[in-house]
């Protein structure tokens, strides 16, 4: 719009000839659709491959749930394990994880740019939450292998894997009950972020948690979830 009124406007490709990092806006739309319920998660998803193709090898991406410009998640959200599986998603993703004042006091209200307004701190609620969350995105495996988003529905499921390991993702994004496939042996594993532990019997896990993220050693070979705007067969 800018340019057909002949004013200057630059995509996110031609930003990073010059900046190391940008805001994920050119796919927030998408996202906020999808928390609104008007898009299905798979179509968020889809837009995630997309950017991976379409911008430099070493792009990066500052992802986030809310920020001094959109809502609180938790005013986001239909519900608290949603708005908790969405933030660990965000920090699992490739990408520079970013935490706005007051997310770890589970605030709801968006401060005012421009006018005086006190964070209301309660109980620091998810300070453990974030905490585990940034110690996750330090370990080199997210930061040297390979990111890959496995299924979208019921649960988002994502992995990263390098030489030595892998981060088995599974993101609670819809709030679902019950068993799931999963694309990890059959054994005992521990939640890195709780500590608890998790079985996988005959490829199925059972879900009741925001998100779990288990430990493994390297898979032989995984099935990418199909895109549809990008993987002809």
């Not at 986001?76 to 998603?89: G, H, M, N, P, V």
């Not at 994880?97 to 770890?104: H, I, K, L, R």
């Not at 529905?153 to 009950?177: C, E, H, M, R």
Request: net charge negative; with cysteine.
């Amino acid at each position: 719009e800018r340019r057909q009124h002949g004013l200057y406007a630059q995509s996110d490709g031609e930003l990073y000839t010059v900046f190391d990092l940008t805001y994920d806006y050119d796919i927030w739309p998408i996202w906020s659709g999808v928390m609104m319920g008007l898009n299905p998660v798979k179509d968020y998803l889809q837009m995630l491959r997309y950017q991976a193709g379409m911008y430099p090898a070493n792009y990066i991406k500052m992802r986030c749930v809310e920020n001094h410009d959109q809502p609180r998640i938790m005013a986001l959200a239909k519900t608290r394990s949603q708005a908790l599986a969405w933030t660990a998603f965000s920090a699992f993703l490739p990408g520079a994880f970013m935490v706005y004042a007051g997310q770890e006091a589970e605030a709801m209200l968006t401060p005012s740019l421009f006018e005086r307004e006190v964070i209301e701190w309660r109980d620091y609620g998810l300070s453990a939450f974030i905490r585990s969350l940034t110690s996750l995105k330090k370990q080199t495996c997210l930061q040297d292998g390979i990111f890959s988003i496995l299924e979208d529905a019921p649960n988002i499921q994502a992995i990263w894997q390098d030489k030595t390991q892998v981060f088995y993702g599974i993101f609670n994004v819809l709030d679902y009950k019950g068993r799931i496939n999963v694309q990890l042996p059959d054994g005992n594993y521990e939640d890195y972020l709780s500590g608890e532990p998790v079985t996988v019997k005959d490829g199925l896990i059972e879900i009741n948690q925001s998100v779990l993220i288990l430990q493994s050693s390297p898979l032989q070979s995984i099935s990418p979830f199909k895109c549809n705007l990008i993987d002809l067969r």
